[in-house]
């Protein structure tokens, strides 16, 4: 089963606007993190953010945990055609002594030139 | 540096046959894990190895099956396939096996994409 559910599923936006994904889990966790996937390749590892941490920053990404709602949310600023990608989030879990991610399905996100 | 690497890119089978797919983790890493991601999906733990033993398994059948070598590097085995094994098989690599650590990232591979016809 899913841990994370990202919302929306798809995202369209032209270049230059903010692009918002946004995720929920369902357990506690360590920390959460955000990767990219572009066209059905591997995953790049974008940001973590630690579960005592509320927003972190990297380059024009902006990532924000509320552990209360269990949600999280990653905002990519001025966004650029080349960051058209489908982006997910994931969290840390054990699986007997094995440290596993469990993965949302992703927000497919678009951005026109 | 290298990456972690994946082979074959892509494979073509038929259902009831097996397939083996290989992984080499980052230098320096010991932890290999495995993922499986159908289309439209996000990845799905299968199984993670450290220091050549398996140390966690996701839901999966027993058809599926791994191993780690002694240089760390990994193969994905899959027995008599089915139509539903389609996906892209993801490789990460990690520093530590499991042991919770705040920086808790895993590098990924490019993947194989397997069809099965």
């Known amino acids: 089963s899913q841990q994370g559910e990202e919302d929306p599923q798809a995202l369209s936006i032209q270049e230059g606007e903010n692009a918002t994904m946004n995720c929920s889990y369902k357990t506690s966790i360590n920390n959460l993190q955000w990767y990219r996937q572009n066209s059905g390749r591997g995953l790049v590892h974008l940001i973590l953010?630690?579960?005592?941490?509320r927003e972190k920053h990297s380059g024009r990404l902006r990532v924000t945990l509320d552990t209360s709602k269990k949600s999280s949310s990653l905002l990519i600023t001025a966004s650029r055609a080349a960051d058209t990608a489908s982006y997910f989030c994931a969290t840390g879990e054990w699986a007997g002594s094995a440290r596993q991610l469990t993965f949302g399905s992703g927000t497919q996100l678009t951005v026109l030139p | 540096d290298a990456g972690v690497t994946q082979s074959p890119t892509h494979l073509i089978k038929t259902r009831g046959q097996h397939v083996t797919l290989r992984c080499s983790p980052i230098s320096g890493h010991k932890s290999v894990s495995w993922y499986q991601q159908v289309l439209g999906q996000g990845p799905q733990f299968i199984f993670q190895?450290?220091?050549?033993?398996?140390?966690g398994r996701g839901n999966f059948p027993d058809r599926f099956s791994a191993r780690q070598f002694p240089n760390y590097s990994s193969e994905l085995n899959v027995n008599a396939l089915l139509l539903g094994d389609s996906a892209l098989y993801l490789c990460?690599?990690?520093?530590?096996?499991?042991?919770?650590?705040?920086?808790?990232?895993?590098?990924f591979g490019p993947g194989t994409r397997l069809t099965v016809l």
């Open positions: 953010i630690r579960s005592n941490e």
């Open positions: 190895y450290y220091e050549k033993e398996e140390r």
């Open positions: 990460a690599s990690s520093l530590r096996q499991g042991e919770f650590r705040l920086k808790d990232e895993q590098f």
